[in-house]
Nanobody, 122 residues
Framework: VQLVESGGGLVQAGGSLRLSCTAS????????MGWFRQAPGKEREGISA???????LYADSVKGRFTISRDNAKNTLYLQMNSLKPEDTGMYYC?????????????????WGQGTQVTVSS
């Protein structure tokens, strides 16, 4: 199984980025998928997740600014990030887990990508 994130970069506060995560080696449509981020010196936190049936969940810190989506035909997960803030800076990881529903708990996810760096300057 391989999950490969892309789309990170350096952006000014208020800007936007779109992250992608392409999966291989698993039946993508069967998995709940999540986006997680880890800032320097902090624990990895769940920020958004989407179930097999497209139910979405967001952390309060990103609600209204980020949108998660998936394209099962392309085995790809997306995260549209708008109105970015300096506190959104961190390494962003996608993850796949088999579960009923959706969760922001890291322990519910079995497969992880290597991450893509997002840096938001003030």
């Amino acid at each position: 199984v391989q999950l490969v994130e892309s789309g990170g970069g350096l952006v000014q506060a208020g800007g936007s980025l779109r992250l992608s995560c392409t999966a291989s080696g698993l039946t993508f449509a069967a998995y709940s998928m999540g986006w997680f981020r880890q800032a320097p010196g902090k624990e990895r936190e769940g920020i958004s997740a989407i179930s097999r049936i497209y139910s979405a969940l967001y952390a309060d810190s990103v609600k209204g600014r980020f949108t998660i989506s998936r394209d099962n035909a392309k085995n790809t997960l997306y995260l549209q990030m708008n109105s970015l803030k300096p506190e959104d800076t961190g390494m962003y990881y996608c993850a796949a887990g088999l579960m009923v529903g959706v969760s922001l708990n890291t322990g519910r996810y079995k497969y992880w990508g290597q991450g893509t760096q997002v840096t938001v300057s003030s």
